[in-house]
């Protein structure tokens, strides 16, 4: 394997390890921090839309969506115009630990 690849690999474990770790006091998982930082920065943004600007598999975004739906971070709202498509809400709950998150996510890359 060319050492790019292990260096990219050995980023990608200790990227999600600091995040598991950091982000379990708030009962939210490694992957939550980018997915609300999104949502907080975009209301109403579909699950989607979402998928494309964080480049996650759009199922992967619909389990995530209903997990942090289900911890109370996030409202999950039918398009007025298209019920199909989901919009995505921040709660009341997430607004109030969106400095934790920013905190975190900015804490790694600095890290990096």
């Known amino acids: 394997m060319p050492q790019i690849m292990k260096d990219i690999t050995e980023i990608t474990r200790v990227s999600v390890q600091y995040r598991t770790d950091a982000f379990a006091p708030l009962g939210l998982k490694a992957c939550h921090g980018s997915y609300l930082q999104e949502i907080c920065g975009r209301p109403g943004i579909s699950q989607e839309q979402l998928a494309e600007s964080i480049c996650i598999n ?17 409202e999950r709202r039918p398009c007025e115009n298209d019920k ?13 630990l969106l400095p934790q998150i920013n905190q975190i996510m900015e804490c790694w890359q600095d890290k990096l």
Do not use: D, H
């Not at 759009?58 to 996030?74: C, D, M, T």
């Not at 989901?86 to 709950?93: A, G, N, V, Y």
């Open 58 to 74: 759009k199922s992967n975004v619909a389990r995530q969506a209903a997990a942090l739906e289900e911890g109370g971070f996030i």
């Open 84 to 96: 199909r498509i989901m919009r995505l809400f921040p709660t009341e709950k997430t607004l109030q």
